[in-house]
């Protein structure tokens, strides 16, 4: 450094060093709180391969496997019904994204370029039922479904959870940002509105409409409360009231690193679809999501 | 109405004013049978005094159910722990949330792996995880459980998280609820932070501003609407938390004294204690007079504290 | 307060991480800004213009070089520390505060001794929202603003802090054309009255020319002339120079030095007083539009395209073969009577608003 001025040349030193600090500091908080996120799935992941007996024979558990195995894994799938959780679940989940897909598609599209009598309002009540919470509709919800005789049974499963005004609300906002004019242009080649909304809306739509599809599958693989008061027979349990069932009644109360196992693989499903479509949930949850 | 002149036209014309109802139908039916009717049925349950849900019978019509609800013990637990809840995890993941967002803009090597990582809780089962948790925190015959070691070698005493006292279940549950709940404002807050523009930082340095008061004058005004909306649907969301205690404590929330009033109402419904529609639609409709109160007032602030772009 | 920079250079690593080179913003810049001008940094975009700022502000540090105020090296100060007002392109103003709180905030920003109460910020504020006139709109927010008032704002924010050096980056880019004419007088008066050195980028060189004391030329980073205005504009250093300043621009010519001549096509246009100094061969002839003379005996003949009435001027639209332009564009005075209906015009060239340029290098060749 050149000396050819009176200015402290010390102080310069001093910013940079509180610079380095300032960064220190700031990756060792960052990491702290990536550790507390994290260490819940290693625990999990260890725990899991670890025997019951060399389990329970450590008093202070040991953050590392000894002698890995997958037992767990497998008397996960033989000694309780993992399997068919699983496929209820899948099942829930395809069908009750799909008939909302049917539903909301239809309707965004009738809301966001069809013209008819007494649209707005219609809308609008829509709109203000986006503020009723699921708790207050789904006492009747559970009464109809009982005395319908469709407790434990997919239908009762499924129905309702079919229909999302928030997402009607997401996609017609996105229907009605396709120009006026493409509309008015397909009208001109005689296209008819059906056709349109296949060939060029949905398609123009994609990127929210995949947003949706992820952010329903994530609710439907999550979902706990309704099945729980739906279903009692453990063949139509779905993996959330699965795993709370195998906390209480399955591998017997102790046998924690079978339990882990199962937990493993219930969560990694949605833990590779997330690593997959990273960018789109994260993009989907900030603008329609509303956990927390 | 049919002003149209040429009648052959009209019959159609009509219609065609009715045309986008054909792809209502399906929306309207589905949120008319569970949705609207059930609004209404369950506020005529919440009046049906001694309503039986097998003999469909009732006695009266009056506020008894309300009156019962506010005076069962296990109503006023579940609302006492529900605040509780409410008033430790909003503020202190909002807070915790703003913190870490403010680090993570901050840096530039392994931010997009601490976003990853960050995001995780949103996408696993809480059922799942929480079991996780309750083992971590759980004093056993064989172990005394990862936390109470960590405790241990700090030189605290053992504590059962999970069966012991009232105050160490709910510190749980509080630990649990912002573990939980942090994906989501993370996400949003380092979005929000993300979209100031550059060009104020840059203009409060040349003017030689202390990061304090960048972050308290600029940072904090500017993304103000961002951090209001967290602590709406945060307050709503804690009202309304269940799943995380089932996962931590059983479903059994009762006898465990750390029932919720989501909690209540579904075990009004159908649980140990279960079978009261009527009972249990009191209850939800409380539970939504109160989230409607706190949204309004929150919403209020939120307006007079906005500021005009 | 005089800036100096010395070799300023300042390298970007490439956008595209898979180019290991070196983006050179701005290349070995040297320069003495004298005390209390006003200085225009004018060159296309991407120059290096706007860089150049940033390292005189400090929100950017030189890859090497020095930058001294006066005589005190500030290369590795920070912004804060150098007592620089800088106004921003997007004027950059908080949307949250009023008029009044945006113009004060700087003021917040001091401490220890230099700490002032309320009352004394609100009486600085005051001061400078009167000197650029905005005193009445002191409890607005500034989307109640226009774009020119915004502008005030922005560079009474600048000088509160009664700054050594003001910085303005593009300061009519975002203004519409009429305000942007009353604006440049503005930034010309308030400099004046202030009497503090300021430096100010753009892009466009009507307004650089016509209220600065002194313009600096640059392109991809390396400056290619310094000076006063009018002489930057009068004996250009280069081609690129010729052709960036002056509206119309510069009308350029393939052209040859030969037998002491110019020659444009077969026509030689204007003799060269001293033959001796210039080699002969082919040359780039730049003519400025205010550098013909309409004579039906000129020496330079051009088809005649039309003919635009200005009203002060006339400005007579012509083609040639050996033009690198479109079209020759000539101002004439309003007096000269044309015959629009004719083919050709003829032109003879004022020697002094006539230039050579290498056909290599673009360098100007003197004659």
């Known amino acids: 450094m050149d000396n050819n001025d009176r200015l402290d040349t010390s102080e310069i030193r001093n910013s940079k060093i509180r610079g380095v600090i300032k960064n220190v500091f700031l990756y060792v908080f960052l990491g702290l709180w990536a550790l507390i996120v994290l260490f819940p799935f290693y625990f999990m992941i260890i725990t899991s391969l670890k025997g019951f007996g060399a389990y329970n024979s450590e008093r202070i558990p040991k953050l590392f496997v000894d002698n890995p195995t997958f037992e767990n894994y497998v008397s ?60 207050l509709v789904i006492i009747t919800n559970f009464v109809t479904i009982t005395n319908l005789g469709l407790r434990n049974t997919f239908t009762g499963l499924i129905l309702p959870s079919v229909t999302s005004v928030f997402y009607i609300y997401l996609l017609k906002e996105n229907f009605e940002q396709i120009p006026e004019e493409l509309y008015k242009a397909a009208k001109v080649d005689g296209t008819s509105d059906l056709k349109y909304l296949l060939r060029v809306m949905i398609p123009i739509s994609r990127p929210t409409i995949v947003t949706i599809i992820i952010l329903k599958v994530i609710e439907c693989w999550n979902s706990y409360v309704w099945p729980r008061l739906i279903t009692d027979d453990q063949n139509y349990f779905l993996v959330s009231n699965g795993i709370q069932e195998i906390r209480e009644n399955g591998f017997g109360r102790e046998n924690i690193p079978a339990m882990m196992a199962a937990v493993v693989v219930i969560s990694v499903p949605l833990i590779v679809l997330f690593l997959i479509f990273r960018n789109k949930i994260m993009e989907g949850v900030s603008r329609g999501g509303t956990k927390g | 109405m049919e002003n149209d002149k040429t009648p052959k036209k009209s019959g159609k014309a009509f219609l065609s004013q009715f045309k986008g109802y054909i792809y209502l139908i399906p929306a309207l039916a589905f949120l008319g049978v569970f949705m609207i009717y059930p609004l209404v049925d369950v506020l005529i349950y919440s009046f049906e005094e001694g309503y039986n849900f097998t003999s469909q019978t009732r006695l009266g019509v009056g506020l008894y159910n309300y009156s019962y609800v506010l005076h069962d013990t296990y109503f006023t637990q579940a609302l006492k722990n529900t605040f509780i809840i409410v008033i430790i995890t909003v503020p202190l993941s909002t807070g915790i949330a703003l913190l870490i967002s403010l680090g993570l803009n901050s840096i530039k090597p392994l931010k997009n792996a601490f976003q990853t990582i960050y995001f995780l809780p949103y996408v696993t089962n809480t059922l799942a995880v929480g079991l996780v948790f309750m083992i971590l925190f759980k004093k056993t015959a064989y172990t005394d459980g990862m936390i109470n070691l960590l405790i241990n070698a700090f030189g605290g005493e053992s504590v059962d998280f999970i069966d012991g006292p009232y105050w160490a279940k709910m510190m749980v549950m509080c630990i649990y609820t912002i573990w939980v709940v942090m994906p989501f404002k993370i996400l949003i807050l380092t979005s929000a932070l993300a979209s100031v523009n550059p060009v104020y930082y840059k203009a409060a340095r040349v003017d030689g501003t202390s990061p304090f008061r960048i972050f308290y004058k600029i940072t904090l005004p500017m993304i103000s609407p961002m951090i209001f909306y967290l602590v709406i649907t945060g307050f709503i969301g804690a009202f309304k938390a269940y799943s995380d205690e089932v996962a931590l404590f059983g479903t059994d929330l009762n006898a465990a004294g750390m029932n919720t009033l989501v909690g209540y109402v579904y075990d009004m419904l159908y649980g140990n204690s279960g079978g009261y529609p009527s009972y249990a639609s009191a209850a939800a409709l409380i539970l939504f007079a109160i989230v409607f109160t706190i949204t309004i007032i929150n919403l209020m602030l939120s307006e007079k504290t906005s500021i005009t772009q | 307060m005089k800036v100096v920079l010395e070799n300023l250079t300042k390298k970007f690593p490439n956008r595209n991480k898979k180019i290991k080179d070196y983006v050179i913003a701005v290349n070995d810049f040297t320069f003495e800004i004298p005390d209390g001008k006003l200085i225009g940094l004018l060159g296309p975009s991407g120059c290096g213009k706007s860089t150049t700022l940033n390292l005189i502000s400090g929100l950017e540090k030189p890859t090497s070089g020095k930058i001294y105020f006066g005589d005190v090296d500030v290369t590795e100060l920070p912004p804060e520390n150098r007592g620089v007002g800088l106004v921003f ?41 009167k000197l650029v006139q905005i005193d009445g709109l002191m409890e607005r927010k500034p989307s109640e603003l226009s774009g020119g008032q915004q502008q005030r704002v922005a560079i009474a924010r600048a000088l509160v802090k009664m700054p050594k050096v003001l910085l303005l980056d593009e300061p009519l880019s975002n203004l519409d054309a009429r305000l942007r004419l009353q604006t440049r007088e503005e930034i010309s008066r308030i400099q004046r009255e202030t009497g503090i ?128 332009n479109v079209t020759i564009r000539s101002i004439v005075s309003a007096e000269n009577n044309i015959d629009t209906d004719a083919k050709t015009v003829k032109f003879d060239l004022k020697p002094n608003k006539v230039y050579l340029f290498n056909k290599e290098t673009q360098d100007r060749i003197m004659f």
């Open chain 1, 76 to 135: 996960a799938f033989t000694q309780v019904p993992l399997a068919g959780y699983f496929i209820n679940t899948l099942i829930f989940t395809v069908v009750t994204t799909a008939l909302m897909m049917f539903v909301i598609v239809l309707a965004a599209y009738a809301f966001a370029r069809l013209n008819f009598k007494g649209k707005n309002v219609v809308f609008a009540l829509f709109l203000s039922l986006m503020m009723i919470p699921n708790e």
């Open chain 3, 89 to 129: 392109q997007s004027y950059a103003l908080y949307p949250h505060l009023t008029v009044e709180q945006n113009i004060m905030f700087p003021l917040g920003n001091l401490k220890g001794s230099e700490k002032l109460t309320k009352q004394e910020m609100k009486e600085k504020a005051l001061e400078a929202a």
């Open chain 3, 197 to 324: 050195t300021t430096i100010f980028v753009t892009h466009d060189q009507e307004e650089a020319m016509s209220i600065s004391d002194m313009i600096v030329v640059m392109k991809d980073g390396v400056v290619h002339q310094i000076g006063k205005p009018q002489s930057v504009y009068d004996d250009p250093v280069n081609m690129f120079v010729a052709k960036f300043l002056g509206t119309p621009p510069i009308n350029i010519f393939r052209g040859e030095v030969k037998n002491g001549r110019i020659y444009i096509g077969d026509e030689d246009v204007l003799n060269i007083a001293e033959p001796k100094k210039v080699k002969e061969g082919e040359v780039y002839v730049g003519v400025r539009p205010e550098g013909f003379i309409l004579n039906d005996k000129g020496r330079f003949t051009c088809n005649l395209e039309r003919v635009e009435v200005m009203g002060r001027d006339t400005s007579v639209v012509s083609k040639h073969d050996a033009c690198e």
